[in-house]
């Protein structure tokens, strides 16, 4: 089976983990790389988990699951230490049409976690859909090697340049369009207006093509 690397924001998205063992405190910490919003239900949580829910990372509920706890959310990761237990949270929130995770059981889920590298905002998610999640993390790994320390701080400043070159050619399609919308019969002061106008066009149009250079340069840059 594939499974689609879909990239979702999940920071507004409810997101509920049942479990408070090692496998759940992993799966909290990755989600919570990406601002996840979630509540853990379990009857005994980690050290690690109890030190997130009172910093207010995340919201525990100490008591035994119930399938109350689905209402509301956008996905549930079943991560206890029993797979009966899992594949009936499985079950239940498939019935609410609710995409559950269930830990070590491919055929209980609907959706997998990927061996991830997060470096600013550089991610890179690598998976075997199952099969072999080591050979997926040595992947992960491998690429790891190959990317740039600070790839994370260059994609910052080719955020910047890319946002400047969004806003001027947006800028010269709305002074094109406002153009057009105001020709006709133009007196003499206004055709000299026109003018200007032009030859300040051809500047930014040059100013454009300089900002698009330097997006394309440091794009090739980013692995020197």
Not at 26 to 55: H, I, M, Y
Not at 56 to 70: E, K, N, P, Q, Y
Not at 83 to 109: F, H, P, T, Y
Not at 115 to 126: E, F, N, S, Y
Request: proline content about 2%.
């Amino acid at each position: 089976m594939a499974y689609f690397p879909f990239f979702i924001d999940i920071k507004n998205l409810r997101g509920l983990v049942v479990g408070g063992g090692s496998v759940a405190e992993r799966k909290v910490k990755g989600l919570l790389e990406f601002d996840a919003n979630l509540t853990v239900v379990a009857e005994k949580v980690s050290p690690t988990l109890a030190a997130l829910a009172k910093s207010g990372r995340i919201v525990l509920v100490t008591r035994a699951f119930s399938a109350v706890d689905i209402e509301d959310v956008f996905y549930v990761v079943a991560a206890t230490d029993s797979v009966e237990v899992n594949k009936g949270i499985s079950d239940i929130a498939r019935q609410k049409n609710v995409l559950v995770n269930a830990v070590d059981s491919i055929d209980d889920c609907d959706f997998i976690f990927s061996a991830i590298l997060k470096r600013g905002d550089c991610t890179v998610a690598v998976s075997t859909a199952g099969a072999c999640p080591s050979a997926a993390q040595a992947v992960r790994d491998r690429i790891g090697e190959c990317l740039p320390d600070k790839i994370g701080e260059r994609l910052a400043v080719l955020k910047e340049k890319r946002d400047a070159l969004i806003k001027d050619e947006k800028q010269n399609r709305d002074g094109t369009k406002d153009e057009r919308q105001g020709s006709g019969g133009l007196t003499v002061g206004e055709e000299c207006g026109k003018q200007k106008r032009d030859d300040l066009t051809v500047g930014e149009e040059r100013e454009r093509q300089d900002l698009a250079q330097e997006l394309k340069k440091a794009v090739e840059e980013l692995f020197l």
